[in-house]
Every structure is written in C-alpha cells, then in structure tokens.
C-alpha cells in the first residue's frame, strides 16, 4: 500500500524516548540459561536490554516518551488531538493501551486508540497519522512504539529470550509549510500467509490460558528466526527502496538510515543491499536489543538528539516485523 503525495504536508515537530532503568547484561544471561556473551554478540550485535520493573507497564514506557517528545515540539498535552500507540504488549486486551496514555498525559481531547503491527506498528501508525493530519482530521499526533516484551518472553528459552527488550519512542506529527520538514513517503506491506514464523500463540481467543495448559508458556514469543532472517533483508530493502523512489531520492541522498533494531546482521546486510555506507544507517540494538514497536522511533530519538540528524537532511526509516509486516517512511528534517 503507497500513499500519493498530499497538499498539506506533515511534519515531524519532537521525538522523544523512554528505557527502563534495570539493565540485563549477556553475562547475566550466561546464568540463566545455556548461552554465551560471544554467541549472542556474534549472531545479533546485542550486549545488554532493558527491562521494565513489575509495576512499569507499557502505557508508562510509552507515556514517559510521549511527554519528551511533546515538550521537544513545544506542545502541551492539551493541545493534543490523537494519540496512537503501537505495540504488541499493551497493558490490558482491553482498553487500549493509548488509553491509559492519554489519562496519564491529561490529554483530554485527544482520541486515542492502539494498534498492532509487531515491529513496523511505529511506521504504520505515522502513515496512518500523517494522513489524517493532511486530510484536516486532526492538527497533531502523537505517535508511539511501546513495549514491554520482558512480559512476554519465556526466560527459559535461549532462542528468543537473549534477543528482546523493553522501552518506548515518540513522535509528534503537525501540519507543516512546503519546503520545511516534511514525511515525504510511507509504505507499508503485509504477508499474512507467514504469521507461523514469529507469533505470541497463547493468550488470544484462539488459545486462552487456561490452567490445563498454564505450564506450557504459550505466551510468549515463538519465532523461527532463520526464516524471519531472510525475509526481513528482502522486505525491508524493497521498502526503503520503494520511499526513497517515490520521494524523488537518491541513496546518496539519504544522510542517515534509522532500520528497526533486531539483528546487527541484518541491518549490515541491508545497508549492503541499500548502497549506503554503514556510517549513514543508525545502530542501537547493542545498548537494547530488539523492542519491538519501539525499536524505531527509540533510534530515531537518539539520532536526533545527538546531532546525527539536523534540519533538512533526508532521512529513512525502516522496519519489519510479525505478520509478516513490513513499513518504511523517507522524511525530510
Ligand atoms: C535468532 C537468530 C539470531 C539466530 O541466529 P542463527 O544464525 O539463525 O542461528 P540458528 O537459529 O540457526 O541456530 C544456530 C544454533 O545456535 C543455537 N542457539 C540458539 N540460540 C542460542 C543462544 N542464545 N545461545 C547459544 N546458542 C544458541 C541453536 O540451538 C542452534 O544450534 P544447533 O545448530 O546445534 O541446532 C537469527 O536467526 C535472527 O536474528 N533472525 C531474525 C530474528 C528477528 O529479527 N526477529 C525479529 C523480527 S522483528
């Protein structure tokens, strides 16, 4: 799905990003289940996560970044008119998780609702924003990718517990004037016929926990990670190919590429695929590790914030993850 150029552009106005204070290590990991500091480093580039205490829930992850990032743009929580949140781990089935956001900020007047795209649900909401800012839905957005997946891992499986983490990043999203900053294109895709290879499979109304089966872990992450491997290069170089091109760009264009942070060697691999020399492509996922919906935009702040990004510059965001999705965004700062 591509959207069309739009009359009104939009802009992004603030980022801001939010990471719990406990820090898990790879040694720690080495004492909890059979696994290696040069094993994990090897194969994904991690070195540490974040895990949110018991009582810090995703709508706290998400409403910490949402306030950087509002204060960055200049707004108040008042001014406020939409606020959607990405994750895959909200605090509740139900209500959503932006819910709990928009009562936390004090943002009374803004509609809020969540939405689930695993990895690319950041990209997805600013493409879903962006358009209803430009049709004159609403002014502003705040838009944030919020994960607690600590909850949601089984820790005793050396597959997938070394690889994820917990954190939050914002974005503001406001009308802007042609020729300032400006989310120039987004794209955003889905395979649903691979939703076997990366799932949370308990938990939902096709497999409720239940005692009979609580024993068996059912929520929590599942994934055949060599297979996600292979996709994730091939979507994801079809998608930032795709914005660059429908923006009128260039790869030498791009000043900086801002992937989902999930395996070292898969964001080498696309900026090999990409043309663009890996001192152009922020990396994170070391400090850490893989946060979902938050990966994104938790990069793109730290970017921003220290001076990898300044007004003007061509930037690209990327991201691929359960679904299988997949979404990128060429911006001008
Ligand atoms: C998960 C991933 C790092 C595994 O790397 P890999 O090179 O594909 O490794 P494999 O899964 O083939 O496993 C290789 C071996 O390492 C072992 N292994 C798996 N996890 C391990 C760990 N934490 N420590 C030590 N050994 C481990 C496996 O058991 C396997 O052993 P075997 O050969 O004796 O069977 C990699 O596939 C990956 O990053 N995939 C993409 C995941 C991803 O991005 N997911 C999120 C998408 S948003």
Known sequence: MSGPGNSRPVAIAGTG?????????????????????EWITSRTGIKERRIAAD???????ATNAGRKALEQAGLTADDLEL????????????PATACYVQQNLGATKAVAFDISAACSGFLYAMKIAKRLISDGAFENALIVGAEKLSAFVNWEDRSTCVLFGDGAGAAILKRSEPGKGEILAT????????????NIPGGGSACPITIANADQRLASLSMIGNEVFKHAVTRMRDSANAVIARAGL??????LVVPHQANLRIIDAIADRLAVPN????VNLHKYGNTSAAACPIALDEAHRTGRIEKGDHIVLVAFGAGLTWAAAAVRW
């Open 17 to 37: 990003s939010y990471l719990p204070e406990r820090v898990l290590t790879n040694a720690d990991l080495e004492k909890m289940v059979d696994t290696s500091d």
């Open 55 to 61: 009582d810090e829930f995703s709508s706290h992850l």
């Open 83 to 94: 606020i959607i949140v990405a994750t895959i781990t909200p605090d509740t089935l139900t």
């Open 187 to 198: 794209d955003i895709g889905t395979d649903g016929r691979q939703t076997r290879l990366l």
């Open 250 to 255: 260039n790869p030498e264009d791009i000043k």
């Open 279 to 282: 001192d152009r492509v922020f």
